[in-house]
């Protein structure tokens, strides 16, 4: 897979970060950020694309259960997940200018280092005009490469490596 030099920069943290947090038990690998209205489609296909890719993915369509208080089973999914991805859409900016469920996941995920943006049929432009924190971090856009290409990135970001096993003679 190539990557950027932006890319190798904004992505080596995070790698860092995933590999330290390795070892802890019941992680996902990733939180799935999304706008509600992209939960068919664009986020689904991410969501899709990383689990084919053997990357466990918390994603509020299959995670939160029917009747289960929607923020709490949020703020659970952060505390278990080692990188937040926000999938950045206009869907998503107008729900985080709308303050809603959208707005309280970023919010959460921004005060970790922890966190990629993948930009999907907007630009970064239009993100730093929303949030101008989330704006100013590097991520992943599918106007450069597409989705499948960038949940190739995302898995490799994220895959741990192996455990050594030593061999008992």
Known sequence: MAYTPAQVRALTPIRESVEKRGS???LRD???CHAWDDRGGAAKELHDLLESRGVSVWFSEKDVLLGAPLLREIDKGLAKSRVGIVLVT???LRRVQGEGIADKELSA???RELLVPIVHDTTYEALREVSPLLGSRSGLS???EPMANVAAKLAELVALPP???EAHV
């Open 90 to 92: 206009p869907a998503l």
């Open 24 to 26: 802890l038990p019941d």
């Open 109 to 111: 995920l921004l005060a």
């Open 142 to 144: 599918t106007a450069e």
């Open 30 to 32: 990733v939180f799935l």
């Open 163 to 165: 455990v050594a096993v």
